[in-house]
Nanobody, 114 residues
Framework: QVQLVESGGGLVQTGGSLSLSCEPSRNIYSFDHMGWYRQAPGKQREVVATLTASGLPVYADAVKGRFTISRNNAKDTLHLHMNTLKPEDTAVYYC????????WGQGTQVTVSS
């Protein structure tokens, strides 16, 4: 059973920055791709950013130019650096990893105050 342990998140003012981290229970390169999703209250879960095993990032239009997905090869972790945060970025953020099946982290709350 694969586990994804997330850390980071919290409360920040509009325009601020936050970083999220995800540590999988097995080698990060064993997954076809990994990514970050988010779910706001009353809304469906949506993709924020994904990263293929080869390192190709893909971003949702809403976060392009503000968020950066990256991988720390030495620590075997996935990260999401979020800049210029907006109230509409408020959501629970989930780490995702795919290898035949989808694996999910427990989620971490990001709240952006106006």
């Amino acid at each position: 059973q694969v586990q994804l342990v997330e850390s980071g998140g919290g409360l920040v003012q509009t325009g601020g920055s936050l970083s999220l981290s995800c540590e999988p229970s097995r080698n990060i390169y064993s997954f076809d791709h990994m990514g970050w999703y988010r779910q706001a209250p009353g809304k469906q879960r949506e993709v924020v950013a994904t990263l293929t095993a080869s390192g190709l990032p893909v971003y949702a239009d809403a976060v392009k130019g503000r968020f950066t997905i990256s991988r720390n090869n030495a620590k075997d972790t996935l990260h999401l650096h979020m800049n210029t945060l907006k109230p509409e970025d408020t959501a629970v953020y989930y780490c995702n990893a795919y290898s035949t099946v989808n694996y999910w982290g427990q989620g971490t709350q990001v709240t952006v105050s106006s």
